[in-house]
């Protein structure tokens, strides 16, 4: 069973430029979580969507956003990038219920210069 | 608020040798789990083991083991036999049941020398 897929897996762009991520879920799973992590800093939680809506959001400004499609993948998107942008970001599923095991993804490095 | 300390930034254990990591978490909730997650070199986060706040006795998989204190909000991993795989960053995080939210820590870099 394929696990969560995230692409793509590196991606470098221009400051002011936007970037979109993206994350498929574990078969099965309706939730989906996005985090950053700046090098050497913990995981900071950014988003979670499930069945389409967005539950919850972390402390991080409006130019972050995202969405929940229909097959319960998402994407992440990032407007107007700043350096301090550049990190791993990681994606996450689980399924939809109080009480989880969120499963990560590879992640997708964004590189901004 | 809820919040999970991992005190030791870095540690370092033999191959073969036996490590502990700590952590201490503070909730208010009843119902949570506690969970550790593994992040080597290639960054991907792997689930290492999950502990059910209402269960008393602590979860082990294979080399991995956890001490859980409820009452003391303390949840620590023990790894037996430590393979050189392990060497990896180390994440302690909790899940409440009000509203599905994830609580990390900051993390515990391991080494394990040859």
């Known amino acids: 069973e394929a696990g969560v897929t995230q692409s793509p897996t590196h991606l470098i762009k221009t400051r002011g430029q936007q970037a979109t991520l993206r994350c498929s879920p574990i078969s099965g799973h309706t939730s989906v979580y996005w985090y950053q992590q700046a090098l050497g800093l913990g995981l900071q939680f950014l988003l979670w969507?499930?069945?389409?809506?967005?539950?919850n959001r972390g402390n991080f400004p409006p130019r972050f956003s995202g969405r929940q499609f229909p097959n319960y993948s998402s994407e992440l998107n990032v407007n107007a990038l700043e350096l301090e942008d550049s990190a791993l970001y990681l994606c996450?599923?689980?399924?939809?219920?109080?009480?989880?095991?969120?499963?990560f993804g590879e992640g997708s490095w964004l590189t901004v210069v | 608020a809820q919040t999970v300390t991992q005190s030791q930034p870095e540690m370092s254990v033999q191959e073969a040798e036996t490590v502990t990591l700590s952590c201490t978490y503070d909730t208010s909730e009843n119902n949570y789990y506690l969970f550790w997650y593994k992040q080597p070199p290639s960054r991907q986060m792997i689930l290492v083991i999950r502990?059910?706040?209402?269960?008393?006795q602590n979860a082990t998989e294979n080399r991995f083991s956890v001490n859980f204190q409820k009452a003391a909000k303390s949840f620590s991993l023990k790894i037996s036999d430590s393979q050189l795989g392990d060497t990896a960053m180390y994440f302690c995080a909790f899940n409440v049941w009000t509203g599905n939210q994830f609580y990390f820590g900051t993390g515990t870099s391991l080494t394990v020398i040859p």
């Open positions: 502990q059910e706040a209402y269960k008393q």
């Open positions: 996450a599923s689980s399924f939809r219920r109080q009480l989880n095991t969120i499963y």
């Open positions: 969507y499930d069945e389409g809506e967005e539950r």
